[in-house]
């Protein structure tokens, strides 16, 4: 699937209303901006010491302009970056490449994974078919890989995803797949890194030498659409670690983008995805709180094109059960971070040059 996803498609049906609950639960959380004039922020994640950590996919620059198959004319430039919200000071402690068109869409970093004291892993967008790069100046920079950064500012490439999608193409027989890739989630952890492909459909596997390899295909679904069945793709956008050590991946779902049609499925290395939680509309991404619920942020809430900006975000009770929405008031949320104290933050207005948000959500 073509994973200019997140920023094109938020324009789309109002099919559905927000039930009682969902209002009564919107009412009642309580939500306050702590940051503003992002760049296209994604996803967010705290580090150790409390700090917390945004990647913004940024607006792209004047280092060189092309047409990109998805984008159209695109120009370039180190206007990505990862911002630290910490001890009241909000800073940009890393540039990174940004890809974006005249609208300001943009391609860049899509998420950050903090792993002990500094350490930042960061997942750089593509969007399209790897062979892509093949047009792209020397000096254009890492679209399509996994970046290691720290918090001095200094960063270098750890592993080729998009090269892995054109090497091996773990979703090819899929009705509908094309060689495509989008790196747009990655779970840092102390033996290697867990980086969702959204183009791909998979999840990868990152060890400490930058080796990639495959843990899991997402499944393709055969969905009602028109009065025919269709098959939809899964285009995955999330990882999160859970407590028991298992992955657990939200998926954005392809066309036709079904309310309710959005799963989170559990992965364990060598055994095949299972279903943990369903109902979901467009996931974003993912966090565990600490007593083991998983928070679930939706892109949009009542599906694309609709052309409703409002997100979701919901609980689902530790070791699964059923879902819980706690507030549709979020504007096209990027991504989902739990906080020790059980509140929640999410970026917001995920398409937004220099008007993207951090806010501070307590249910």
Known sequence: MHTRLVSTLVVVVLAL???????????????????????????????????????EAGEGGTDFCFDHAGFGHACAGMSGAVTRLWNGKQERILRLPSLADEFGEAL???????????????????????ALRDTFPASAGPYGWLVKGNTSGTWKPVADISAFEATHDPDAG???????????????????????DAGGNDLLWVDGSGNTSLLAVLPLRLVPFGGDTIPMQSVPTSVAVGPDGAFYVGELTG????????????????????LYATGFTNIIDLAFGRDGSLYVAEISHFGFLSGDPAGGIWR???????????TTSVNSPGGIAAAWDGSLYVTTCSSCANDGEVVRIVP
């Open 255 to 274: 066309f036709p983008f079904p309310a309710g049609g959005a799963n989170v499925y559990r992965i364990v290395p060598g055994q095949k995805p299972t």
């Open 17 to 55: 209303a927000a039930t009682a609950v969902a209002a009564a639960r919107a009412e009642a959380a309580t939500i306050t901006q702590i940051a503003g004039g992002l760049d296209n922020p994604r996803g967010l994640a705290f580090g150790p010491n409390g700090a917390l950590y945004v990647a």
């Open 316 to 326: 689902v009770p530790p070791g699964g059960g059923t879902p819980q929405l706690l």
């Open 174 to 196: 899929q009705p509908g797949t094309t060689v495509d890739s989008n790196p747009y989630a990655v779970a840092a952890t102390p033996d290697g890194e867990a980086v969702v």
């Open 108 to 130: 860049g970093p899509n998420d950050v994974s903090p792993l002990g004291n500094g350490n930042l892993y960061v997942a750089i967008g593509l969007g399209d078919n790897p």
